[in-house]
């Protein structure tokens, strides 16, 4: 299964200028954006983005598979949580493996000088664990998508991009424009939860399809039973089915809206 799935992904690669070719003729791109690093769940979540050639973004708690990380055990539970083998894997299988903070402190509520240590920590540690990580391209998605100018002005040094909740960017706007610069760059999203989150994708999508582009990032958790707001599998197995035949739409990661 993996072996199928690299040759899929490497497929898609070696056709790459061309799949930039339809790219450039998409109005609307769309980022699923997954957090917390469930491990059950990547595999899931990758797999089924793999069957549609595409790659799945998931973001990571740096610290989630040590002993010492016991963050909100009832959304996202250390035991169920994967480890850098895990992350390093689905990275060599195509997919964006991406920060999601140090131990999910919500970094508007420490103090500066912790928000601060804990991103460097965060960064260090996917530099040191992370197969081919690159900081200057990473993307930061802050946990509960919280974040200040402060925060924002000492990551966007280091990170190519910060995604927050899109409340604090996108105004009245429901989706980002596309972004002409490709650094320095405050990525609004929106999210739903605790309960299942499928209708809430659903409505999203295609209030987002009907509109006149765009790009539209989505924070998603686990799959099925796992976080907080997960999504069913069977709902996503049948919205990507449905959303890869939308000609003015592409199914990306940040990463690569970003090339
Ligand atoms: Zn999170």
Known sequence: MIRRSFLKLSSLASIG?????????CSHFLTLSFDDGFKKSSYKTAEIF????????????????????NRDPKWMPSKLLGDFYD??????????????SWEHLNLTKIPIAKA?????????????NLDDFSESNSIFNYPYNSSNSEIDDYL???????????????KNKFSN??????????????GYGPNLCDDFIEKSVNQFLNSKGGWLILTLHG?????WGPISSNYLDKLLSRLIKVKYLSVSTISDVLV
């Open 116 to 128: 601060k240590y804990n991103i460097d920590k965060c960064l260090d540690y996917f530099s040191n």
């Open 50 to 69: 793999e069957n549609y050639g595409l790659k799945a973004s998931i973001n990571i708690i740096a610290s989630g598979h040590l002993k010492s990380f």
């Open 177 to 190: 424009k596309i972004p002409l610069k490709k650094t320095n760059l405050r990525l609004g999203t929106w």
């Open 156 to 170: 966007l040094k280091k990170v190519r991009a910060v995604r927050v909740r899109g409340g604090l960017v996108l």
């Open 223 to 227: 799959i099925d039973n796992e976080g």
């Open 87 to 100: 992350w390093n894997n689905l990275k060599s299988r195509g997919h964006e493996i991406m920060p999601h």
């Open 17 to 25: 200028i061309n799949l930039n070719l339809l790219k450039n003729s």
